[in-house]
């Protein structure tokens, strides 16, 4: 038998009690939470092991681990635990220090985890588009003015293809590097870790992958919290539904050279409307749900509640700039797509750091189990 080194590290056990996981030093190691969770492979099974890891320290295993990724924080196991440790929020707090760990640069995931920061966050985004006011000559004594005398429309105040689209493009180009990146770490540090031969092509794991997520199929397997998988799936297709709307109004206005408004009848303005009421009522049951089971999963940390801050500050603005619009209150309607651009910028431009990055790091893990054979 080969001898094993195992290098633990207290200041990562410390972190994770920082990080939400502060139930963490109850565990016995019974493995009673191995055996209720539904959704763990056999061979290997969590969240005993990683709840041992997290008491050693054992900081490279767990960051490495795809197997953090593959619990949904259903609450089945802290519902059962004898000790009343929570290995669902052990798990949720790992899953936040692994954001960080592979973000870069590092100081953003900092930044947007640390609610120092929030106000620098939103302030960015602002300037920008203050600054673009301004050099529209929108801006007097610091207010934006709003164009009167015409049928109201948002492309007045800052005309899509010169204004609007160069930030947002620059944006996604900005995300799609930084998740680039720390998705290339992550993969790295999990095949080292996983050193055992694959037995499925990338492609097939993609496409299996891609499968559980549209059905939610391993989501729907938890027992407790079982509300959590249906709100999350309903936020889940209200992001499919904006992203095609999104892509409909850039080929209205690439393609037919239309910037809006669209009349109510409009295909985008049927999809977008069905989008925007799913996502609040979807993030508005992510919250009741919270309270609901915060005794058995707990309320969650600042890193949840940001991100769920902001995904409710999308859909209320952007629907509240609608109605105003509508209603042809512009001194009104046009402050509130000002604030609908800055929490869409604010979503997007730190998604790498925040629990949105939650997307693409689960989708990666997956990927990464069913291309090893482990799920
Ligand atoms: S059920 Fe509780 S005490 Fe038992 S191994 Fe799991 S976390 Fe530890
Ligand atoms: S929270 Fe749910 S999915 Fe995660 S380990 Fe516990 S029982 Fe399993």
Redesign the pocket.
């Known amino acids: 038998m080969s001898d094993q080194i195992i290098k633990p590290d207290l200041k990562f056990t410390e972190a994770i009690i920082a990080a939400g996981g502060e139930s963490l030093k109850k565990c016995y190691q019974c493995s009673t939470?191995t055996v209720?969770?539904?959704?763990?492979p056999d061979r290997k099974p969590?969240?005993r092991k990683e709840m041992l890891y997290a008491q050693w320290g054992l900081k490279d295993k767990l960051l490495a681990s795809p197997d953090v990724w593959?619990?949904?924080?259903?609450?089945?196991?802290?519902a059962h635990c004898p000790r009343g440790a929570k290995?669902?929020e052990v798990?949720g707090a790992v899953r936040k220090m692994t954001i960080q760990e592979y973000s870069s640069p590092s100081c953003m995931g900092k930044m947007v985890n640390d609610a120092k920061f929030a106000i620098l966050l939103f302030a960015i985004p602002t300037i920008i588009f203050l600054f673009e006011l301004f050099i529209q000559g929108h801006l007097t004594n610091g207010i934006p003015r709003i164009p009167n005398g015409q049928l109201m429309s948002y492309s007045l105040m800052f005309p899509p293809t010169a204004y609007i689209d160069p930030v947002f493009v620059l944006t996604a180009i900005f995300a799609v590097v930084m998740f680039y990146k720390g998705v290339k770490k992550y993969w790295a540090a999990m095949a080292a870790n996983h050193p055992e031969p694959p037995r499925k092509d990338v492609i097939s794991a993609v496409i299996a992958t891609i499968q559980e997520i549209l059905t939610h199929s391993v989501f729907e397997k938890?027992g407790v919290a079982k509300d959590r998988s249906i709100a999350h799936k309903i936020v889940f297709y209200s992001f499919v539904g904006l992203a095609i709307t999104t892509a409909l109004a850039a080929s209205y206005i690439y393609v037919f050279n239309y910037n809006g408004p669209y009349p109510q009848t409009n295909i985008v303005k049927w999809i977008g409307n069905v989008s925007g009421i799913a996502l609040l009522v979807g993030i508005t049951m992510v919250i009741l749900n919270r309270f609901k089971n915060q005794e058995k999963?707990g309320i969650g940390s600042y890193f949840d509640w940001f991100f769920i801050f902001i995904v409710y500050g999308v859909g209320l603005t952007g629907m509240l700039a609608q109605i105003l619009r509508l209603a042809n209150i512009p001194v009104l309607g046009y402050p509130m797509y000002f604030a609908h651009l800055v929490f869409v910028f604010v979503l997007f431009a730190y998604a790498p750091y925040s629990k949105m990055a939650h997307m693409v790091y689960r989708t990666t893990a997956m990927v990464f189990a069913k291309y090893s054979n482990r799920s």
Do not use: R
């Open positions: 939470c209720v969770c539904d959704v763990t969590f969240p593959l619990c949904h924080q259903c609450s089945d196991c802290t290995p669902g798990l938890c999963s």
